[in-house]
């Protein structure tokens, strides 16, 4: 059996990390939600073993385990205290392949996720993302939320669960990772011993159909009543995973807004005081992902801030990052790279996203190297073909009534929406 | 006498009379003072400089980072009223100019090094953290002693500050609705104590601060002599406190920070009770029960009940809250880690619908339950063994040692006490547990916010 392993005796602690390659993106339409609810249904523990005497032996032996849904992966971590890993390690795996998925607990989660939607609400940030999602892939599985809707969780019912974990889980192949106070040979020993065959069905990686970008700049006001201040998303697609502009378009965000140094935050904090926090975010997946700019400016300056930010985007993409912008990204991202695996479970991390989700190896082992071959030529080329000024989502989570007409009074604006928060 | 070094640290002895050799100025010697071994690998040592600076260090060689942290012991503790949120305020100023580096070259000479670099301010404390690759070790070296002493505060950058620090209130406490109802709680629980002023401080206090205020605050509380600075990870000491003595060496040690005793907070006899209406789709809970200080023996057996109460789905209040009568979303509970008494925060997050009357009585019943009967032998372990994973936890990183042993030395006074908890939490008895939960979380102790769903 492969089991990756980190080990390190400085703390008697150890993680275990069983990780499959099925997400968000085989919840089948309507059903959104389904593959963390099922993660979540099975971290109630494993057949024989109440939910209630589940987590008192899991406590009693000081481990914790969660259960963690991504669009491509469902991860199941246990952290334990060294001289508990043994049954600790049996407990994760009985539940994953004998899980008890029992009625009652289903009831009682899919409430608990129906109240967990509500309360959402109360948490602005949040609502901006998940906006910001939305309005930017629109029905493509990439902007789907993990956790489904109200609708979509009311679709889904005890039998819909038992399938996804047959067809999903149980016989699907699997990675194991262990990392912390045990040796290589002890854990694969222990692994072993107490997890089954891993010569399974390969999960099929789903389709995921390309993405594409709405035309234009659209903005969407997410109305939420007594706001005092503003959280703005503005952004468009990013990169691939295997995009070959993909690490010249890192270097390049991280000179623009990926950094306290960067032009974004001197020109919105530093200089204007307008927003605590002033950042850039490149994702990358198989399709293109998101590339954003988040910032938080107060409702009476909300659109001066989006309309200097919409000046600062265009200005990086057509002017460029400067040379010593270039150098200053480079020494950032490579001497900050040690943070990625000082410690034994990021490193397992790494190792496992690598065979997980298809991250290509010399992303992780060349990293360094990769970063620092990026001319500045191939950073200006590579945020002009992949990130666009044209077409932008823009989305703002106020008070809609303080800041409907400077926002529709920005450059370039085809579209203006107001969604209330709670019907977000 | 010092406990046996690891093979790659020498005797903290001959270190200490090797850097003062030739050393003539007082503030630029050093004293070893003790150390501390933590398991077979880690020894915490204790220097100290002739103008009072206290230097902690700890080699850990498991990772090629270091974290350096620099705490002071000021926080909004330390303000008054019609002033209050300078300490914040100026946490954020100290990242600004010095006389030797313009503005916005800190952070470009730290991130360029692949340096991470904040601050953080609460009551009692502040402090600055750098975590770093390990060669970067003396630029924050250099960096940190250099604004320790020569920081330049001017109106352009205070005016653009205080607009920022405008701005993080909002978003932490005015747009937020537990930001607020914590505001409410600390803001009517303290009558005297200056804990009852939010460590943002009041948004007409922020707007009003001028350049003098935040030159005074400098000049009072930033000094070697009420800082203590943490050194952990993968570094060599002899290089390390060389370039401290360097750096710090020269700065005086008689600035003194003025220490008036805050008043005393009169007890409290009866139950306070406030509304806060907000824009959110559920109502909550908020309760502050008056808790001893952090060093208090008693603390050890509250924070073992909390997490008999609260700790993980096990946990007393998740499962009966959450699981069994499905009242609320979630629960929570902690106690504030302060220099003087605090408060033991309980939040109920209730579900749509749900009346706060019955969450009331339940909890109240829960907790009369534990403080009559007790927690039960393997809720005791339970909790123990919780505890001991956060612990670990928190220490797996540099910076996550550096965080603790800092915490410690501020608020404890003793930077190694950090390794003695676990300990203290495990001579906590059934007993210990029944007659702090007794004495502690009685309803006349309290002052409770209740959040309530204003109409739209």
Known sequence: MNVFVESSDVLPLV?????????????????????????????RGPRGLSHQRFEHRLASLGARISVQVSMRSTRVRATVLRRNLEPVLELLASLVWRP????????KLKRQAQAALTARLDDDQTLGALGFRQALFGEHPYG???????????RIGIQQVESFYSRNIAKSSFLVGVAGDVSEAEASALIASHLPNPKRRKQKDPVVPATRVRSGRHVIIVDKPERTQTQLFIGTLGARTRDRNLFPLIVSNTAFGGTFSGRLMQEVRAVRGWSYGAYSRLLHAKQRDAWYMSTAPAAEYSADCAALQLDLLERWVDRGIKKAELSFAQRY??????????????????RLDVELLGIPRNYVEKYDQLVARVSRQEANDAT???????????????????????????????????VPFDRA | MAAQAPPFMGAPEVLIERLNRGVRKRNARWTFVRDHAFGDALTLRRFRLGNGLTVLTLVDRSAPTVSYHTWFRVGSRHERPGKTGLAHLFEHLMFNETRNHPPGEFDRLMEGAGAE????????????????PRDALPLLIELEGDRMANLVLRVPQVSSEKEVVANERKLRVDDDVEGKALELLYDNAFRRHPYRWPTIGWMDDIRGFTVQDCREFYRTHYAPSN??????????????????????GGLPGTRRAERPKPSKEPPQRAERVFRLDAPTPTEKLLLGYRAPSFSNPDTAALVVANEVLFGGQSSRLHRLFCLDKEIALSVRGSISPFVDPGLFEMWIFLREGKKKADA???????????????????ELEKAINQLELSFLHSMETAGGKAEQIGFYETVANDGAAVFERLASFREVTANDLKRAVRKYLRPSRRTRVEILRKAS
């Open chain 1, 15 to 43: 993680d275990v990390e069983i990780a499959l390659a099925v997400g968000s993106l085989q919840d089948p339409a309507g059903r959104e939600g389904l593959a963390q609810l099922t993660g979540h249904l099975m971290r």
């Open chain 1, 100 to 107: 008890a998925l029992r009625v009652t607990d289903f009831a």
């Open chain 1, 144 to 154: 789907r939320t993990l956790s489904g809707h109200a609708d979509s969780l009311s």
């Open chain 1, 333 to 350: 991202l490579i001497n900050s790279h040690c943070f990625d695996r000082d410690t034994p479970s990021k490193r397992l991390e790494a």
């Open chain 1, 384 to 418: 002009r073909a992949r990130i666009s000024t044209r077409d932008l989502t823009i989305v703002v989570v106020a008070t809609a009534s303080q800041v409907v007409g400077a926002f529709e009074r920005l450059p370039g604006v085809k579209s203006l929406q107001i």
């Open chain 2, 117 to 132: 670099a904040n601050a953080a301010t609460w009551t009692d404390w502040t402090y600055y953290y750098e975590n770093a």
């Open chain 2, 227 to 248: 800082a203590t600075i943490v050194i952990a990870g993968d570094f060599d000491e002899s290089k390390a406190l060389s370039l401290v003595q360097k750096h710090y």
């Open chain 2, 360 to 378: 009331l009585a339940l909890l109240d019943r829960e907790i009369t339950r534990l403080g009559s009967e007790g927690p039960r032998v393997v």
